[in-house]
């Protein structure tokens, strides 16, 4: 079907023809879609050239829909693409309300006619201006620009608009700007527009808490923008629009191809029902076949036609790299290219649908050799190898490297999506949430070339799985750490592992050689309590110690995550502190940086503990005067009196203890914290 729209375009007079389909092609957005490219643009001279109307300028009026829907005319010209805009349309152009431009696309052989209107050809900068109507100026200076902001994407962007278009007409212009064309044809009236403005008037504002809001969902909170009202009419007369406000909600249609599925997505699928789910039939079809696939064992037969480009061209892709197997001795290298075609279709589907899933590959001992990422939450993660590999060696790997189930890595899901391979046999595996060493169990097998057609369905299959791993988890378990990935800075370089995190420093990051051997004390110090837990320390666990070549490996346990304490949690999360310091500071030192970026939360299950890390900085306070346990207490007093609002009358004298710290001796985390036991034995009497 043919598509019609009028547009403006501004470029300088001595354009080529050529730079100016370029223009158009941006403009119209069609760069966003891998299917279409500049060159299936046409243009044409809006002026005929034949017949009575000789020379006349295509006109915009009540005719000009009806003009363009016939198709392309005889009576207009292509123009030349090694031409000016000057050589086709002459020096000069006086005609007011005229077409200068038609284009048309061939796409899948339908012509999409485009007009552009003219009404004051060239400006004082010698650019040739193109503008809606003769009245584009009056209509400047009632303009207001708004803010827009996705439900989901979470993009947000601004539009300039006159303040009495109606919100059909604003929806059309916030469906051109956004560019909804992914993989499948949506039409601007698929948008739902909201007034960001809730029923105590105040606007939704742009700040931290957006994107978290827009990820969250659909909001009962704001009403729906009628699309025959006015923006008048929506938002009261004269209305005025302040800076850092959103005020226009969009809700975009969901993607063809995930109209189909008819999964709850706000489900996750019980690990026992994963191999049914995957290997069922993708719930459409393709117009054609795809050689040399056999669609039948892919698609439903009864399913609606979805004609997307993109699956057409990935079938296809499949279709011929499989057709040929590997030898008996190709690399694992070789192999990984067959997977990683296979593992790019879940992370497309959940693309088409606004989660962003984030691949990363690593080749060493400790790491998976492929994990698959969502907001630093792991939801897949893999081990490959070469065919002459047992595959029951591949799953060892698999079950060895993840050793616990870890909030921080994998918060709160049932499950986790494993697997491993050898050459072409692939053992998909659910890894399940345990509070004690994490076992695969196998959800299917098969061979990805002489089963291309099931491997196919069950990695569209998985996106689907993977999007509601996504969207239905809260994790609420953040870290400043991405999983498997370094984090580094001039002083040292962390890795977030399974249970630990790997903390390396190199002599040459440090001050001297003895700042070096300094921090080697530290923790071979803090290594010591290793005995006791870090439970009752509420200090890191030092479970390795590497010093060679003027480099230190440390591995610590366990493994927590930023969570500032509760009203109700404060007494507790304060004794853990107080715990942690009379533990440091009997083993002579002073930590240094008590603050909130050094403290974490490590989960139990139902409850947890406080845990104070960063030891780094930690001296001895007999070598350095300058570092006193009493400046541990002072730093954190400061802490404790950020919550002074709703402390206890206990915990307000706990405060006046810590904060003496900088004037008396007297005052050790020892003796508050026995003051704060008999301040609870006295409140529990």
Same mark, same amino acid.
């Given at each position: 079907?043919?598509?019609?729209?009028?547009?403006?375009?501004?470029?300088?007079?001595?354009?080529?023809?050529?730079?100016?389909?370029?223009?158009?092609?941006?403009?119209?957005?069609?760069?966003?879609?891998?299917?279409?490219?500049?060159?299936?643009?046409?243009?044409?001279?809006?002026?005929?050239?034949?017949?009575?109307?000789?020379?006349?300028?295509?006109?915009?009026?009540?005719?000009?829909?009806?003009?363009?829907?016939?198709?392309?005319?005889?009576?207009?010209?292509?123009?030349?693409?090694?031409?000016?805009?000057?050589?086709?349309?002459?020096?000069?152009?006086?005609?007011?309300?005229?077409?200068?431009?038609?284009?048309?696309?061939?796409?899948?052989?339908?012509?999409?006619?485009?007009?552009?209107?003219?009404?004051?050809?060239?400006?004082?900068?010698?650019?040739?201006?193109?503008?809606?109507?003769?009245?584009?100026?009056?209509?400047?200076?009632?303009?207001?620009?708004? *803010?827009?902001? %996705?439900?989901?994407? $979470?993009?947000? @962007?601004? +539009?300039?608009?006159?303040?009495?278009?109606?919100?059909? #007409? &604003?929806?059309?212009?916030?469906?051109?700007?956004?560019?909804?064309?992914?993989?499948?044809?949506?039409?601007?009236?698929?948008?739902?527009?909201?007034?960001?403005?809730?029923?105590?008037?105040?606007?939704?504002?742009?700040?931290?808490?957006?994107?978290?809001?827009?990820?969250?969902?659909?909001?009962?909170?704001?009403?729906?923008?009628?699309?025959? *009202?006015?923006? %008048?009419?929506?938002? $009261?007369?004269? @209305?005025? +629009?302040?800076?850092?406000?959103?005020?226009?909600?969009? #809700? &975009?249609?969901?993607?063809?191809?995930?109209?189909?599925?008819?999964?709850?997505?706000?489900?996750?699928?019980?690990?026992?029902?994963?191999?049914?789910?995957?290997?069922?039939?993708?719930?459409?079809?393709?117009?054609?076949?795809?050689?040399?696939?056999?669609?039948?064992?892919?698609?439903?037969?009864?399913?609606?036609?979805?004609?997307?480009?993109?699956?057409?061209?990935?079938?296809?892709?499949?279709?011929?790299?499989?057709?040929?197997?590997?030898?008996?001795?190709?690399?694992?290298? &070789?192999?990984?290219?067959?997977?990683?075609?296979?593992?790019?279709?879940?992370?497309?589907?959940?693309?088409?649908?606004?989660?962003?899933?984030?691949?990363?590959?690593?080749?060493?001992?400790?790491?998976?050799?492929?994990?698959?990422?969502?907001?630093?939450?792991?939801?897949?993660?893999?081990?490959?190898?070469?065919?002459?590999?047992?595959?029951?060696?591949?799953?060892?790997?698999?079950?060895?490297?993840?050793?616990?189930?870890?909030?921080?890595?994998?918060?709160?899901?049932?499950?986790?999506?494993?697997?491993?391979?050898?050459?072409?046999?692939?053992?998909?595996?659910?890894?399940?949430?345990?509070?004690?060493?994490?076992?695969?169990?196998?959800?299917l097998e098969l061979d990805i070339v002489k089963q291309r057609e099931d491997a196919l369905?069950?990695?569209?299959?998985?996106?689907?799985?993977?999007?509601?791993?996504?969207?239905?988890?809260?994790?609420?378990?953040?870290?400043?750490?991405?999983?498997?990935?370094?984090?580094?800075?001039?002083?040292?370089?962390?890795?977030?592992?399974?249970?630990?995190?790997?903390?390396?420093?190199q002599l040459g990051q440090c001050e001297s050689k003895a700042d070096f051997e300094r921090?080697?004390?530290?923790?071979?110090?803090?290594?010591?309590?290793?005995?006791?837990?870090?439970?009752?320390?509420?200090?890191?666990?030092?479970?390795?110690?590497?010093?060679?070549?003027?480099?230190?490996?440390?591995?610590?346990?366990?493994?927590?995550?930023?969570?500032?304490?509760?009203?109700?949690?404060?007494?507790?999360?304060?004794?853990?502190?107080?715990?942690?310091?009379?533990?440091?500071?009997g083993r002579g030192y002073c930590h240094g940086n008590v603050s909130w970026r050094n403290?974490?939360?490590?989960?139990?299950?139902?409850?947890?503990?406080?845990?104070?890390?960063?030891?780094?900085?930690?001296?001895?306070?007999?070598?350095?005067?300058?570092?006193?346990?009493?400046?541990?207490?002072?730093?954190?007093?400061?802490?404790?009196?950020?919550?002074?609002?709703?402390?206890?009358?206990?915990?307000?004298?706990?405060?006046?203890?810590?904060?003496?710290?900088?004037?008396?001796?007297?005052?050790?985390?020892?003796?508050?914290?026995?003051?704060?036991?008999?301040?609870?034995?006295?409140?529990?009497?």
């Amino acid at each position: 079907m043919a598509k019609e729209m009028c547009f403006s375009l501004k470029v300088e007079r001595n354009t080529r023809v050529h730079e100016l389909r370029v223009a158009i092609f941006r403009a119209l957005r069609y760069n966003e879609r891998p299917h279409v490219v500049d060159s299936n643009l046409t243009l044409y001279e809006a002026r005929t050239k034949r017949g009575e109307k000789d020379g006349e300028w295509l006109k915009n009026d009540r005719e000009l829909d009806r003009t363009l829907r016939s198709g392309v005319s005889a009576e207009y010209d292509k123009m030349r693409q090694s031409g000016t805009l000057e050589a086709c349309f002459g020096l000069w152009l006086t005609r007011e309300g005229a077409q200068t431009v038609a284009t048309s696309t061939q796409e899948d052989d339908a012509v999409i006619p485009h007009t552009h209107y003219l009404s004051n050809p060239f400006d004082d900068s010698g650019a040739f201006e193109v503008s809606s109507s003769p009245e584009l100026s009056a209509m400047e200076n009632n303009q207001v620009e708004i *803010w827009c902001a %996705e439900y989901g994407g $979470g993009n947000v @962007f601004p +539009l300039k608009i006159d303040r009495n278009t109606p919100v059909h #007409e &604003l929806r059309a212009a916030i469906f051109r700007e956004m560019c909804t064309n992914k993989q499948s044809v949506f039409v601007d009236h698929d948008l739902t527009l909201y007034e960001a403005r809730a029923k105590n008037r105040e606007w939704l504002k742009s700040d931290r808490n957006l994107r978290r809001f827009l990820r969250s969902g659909v909001s009962t909170e704001y009403e729906e923008m009628p699309p025959q *009202w006015s923006l %008048e009419r929506c938002f $009261g007369k004269d @209305f005025k +629009l302040g800076c850092g406000d959103i005020h226009v909600l969009v #809700e &975009l249609p969901t993607n063809e191809l995930w109209r189909s599925f008819d999964d709850d997505l706000t489900k996750v699928p019980a690990a026992s029902q994963l191999k049914t789910r995957l290997m069922q039939p993708l719930p459409f079809r393709l117009p054609r076949l795809v050689y040399p696939m056999d669609s039948d064992k892919i698609f439903k037969k009864d399913g609606p036609v979805v004609d997307c480009e993109w699956l057409t061209t990935t079938l296809r892709y499949v279709g011929h790299l499989y057709s040929n197997r590997p030898d008996a001795d190709a690399t694992e290298s &070789l192999w990984q290219q067959y997977y990683d075609v296979l593992l790019a279709i879940p992370i497309d589907m959940c693309r088409f649908n606004d989660i962003l899933l984030r691949e990363k590959r690593h080749k060493t001992f400790t790491k998976p050799d492929y994990v698959l990422l969502h907001n630093k939450l792991v939801l897949l993660r893999g081990e490959e190898r070469h065919a002459k590999v047992e595959m029951g060696k591949t799953l060892k790997v698999l079950a060895r490297k993840m050793r616990k189930w870890s909030p921080v890595l994998y918060g709160d899901l049932p499950y986790i999506i494993g697997y491993a391979t050898a050459g072409s046999s692939l053992q998909l595996v659910a890894i399940e949430r345990s509070d004690g060493q994490c076992q695969p169990t196998t959800i299917l097998e098969l061979d990805i070339v002489k089963q291309r057609e099931d491997a196919l369905k069950v990695f569209f299959n998985l996106g689907v799985v993977l999007y509601q791993l996504a969207v239905t988890t809260k994790h609420s378990c953040t870290n400043a750490l991405t999983p498997f990935t370094l984090d580094m800075n001039e002083k040292r370089t962390l890795v977030l592992l399974d249970g630990v995190i790997e903390r390396t420093i190199q002599l040459g990051q440090c001050e001297s050689k003895a700042d070096f051997e300094r921090v080697v004390g530290v923790y071979k110090t803090l290594q010591k309590l290793k005995t006791v837990g870090s439970d009752l320390t509420h200090l890191q666990t030092v479970e390795r110690v590497r010093v060679e070549d003027a480099e230190l490996l440390v591995e610590l346990s366990p493994v927590g995550y930023d969570q500032h304490p509760e009203s109700g949690e404060v007494g507790q999360w304060l004794e853990h502190m107080l715990m942690a310091l009379k533990c440091w500071h009997g083993r002579g030192y002073c930590h240094g940086n008590v603050s909130w970026r050094n403290i974490v939360f490590v989960s139990t299950g139902e409850s947890g503990y406080w845990l104070l890390i960063g030891m780094d900085t930690s001296q001895r306070q007999s070598e350095d005067p300058s570092f006193r346990f009493e400046h541990d207490l002072c730093q954190l007093g400061e802490l404790l009196s950020e919550f002074k609002g709703g402390l206890s009358e206990s915990l307000k004298n706990i405060l006046v203890m810590l904060e003496s710290a900088s004037f008396t001796r007297d005052v050790t985390a020892e003796s508050v914290l026995g003051q704060l036991w008999t301040d609870h034995d006295v409140a529990m009497e």
